[in-house]
């Protein structure tokens, strides 16, 4: 979809890219941004608890992009920050359930994804399933520069003893 080609594109090409997601969904945001710091520089999980979101809306950040999770019960911090980047123009990507009635308020990037189950909980599934799709074809976008990145970040780890043997 467009929107899909705008997150991708957004993700890739931005210099810096902040993650935030709270509560329930803030593991699964956590690992987003986790895993797309090996794929390129200038990744930060975001949660605001500075009070303010300054290394993601600041002016000494530049240009940015930032990739908000969001699922019902939806938190007061995930609207300000949406509102927030949306004051500034900057690249919003709202990855949430199909009942966040406010995401395309601040954003025409929004990814749903149906979270509904028989289960006590909704289902946090297609969360992860979605962000492993995105990050695929994030590798697809940045090409060979993944690839020297992962063999950095590799040597790195050698360096430092980060895994046995």
Request: overall charge negative.
């Amino acid at each position: 979809t467009p929107q899909w080609r705008a997150a991708v594109d957004a993700i890739a090409k931005t210099a810096h890219v902040g993650v935030s997601g709270f509560q329930t969904i803030r593991g699964i945001a956590s690992d987003f941004a986790s895993r797309l710091s090996y794929l390129r520089p200038d990744v930060r999980f975001v949660d605001g608890a500075d009070g303010t979101f300054a290394d993601i809306l600041g002016p000494s950040v530049g240009e940015a992009c930032i990739v908000l999770f969001e699922m019902r019960r939806y938190t007061r911090l995930s609207l300000l920050l949406a509102r927030g980047a949306a004051r500034r123009n900057l690249p919003l990507v709202i990855v949430c359930d199909r009942h966040c009635h406010w995401a395309r308020d601040h954003s025409d990037i929004v990814l749903h994804v149906r979270t509904e189950s028989t289960l006590f909980w909704d289902t946090q599934t297609p969360f992860v399933s979605l962000s492993s799709l995105l990050l695929d074809d994030v590798i697809a976008q940045l090409g060979d520069r993944v690839s020297d990145r992962v063999e950095m970040l590799r040597s790195l780890q050698d360096e430092f003893e980060a895994f046995e043997g």
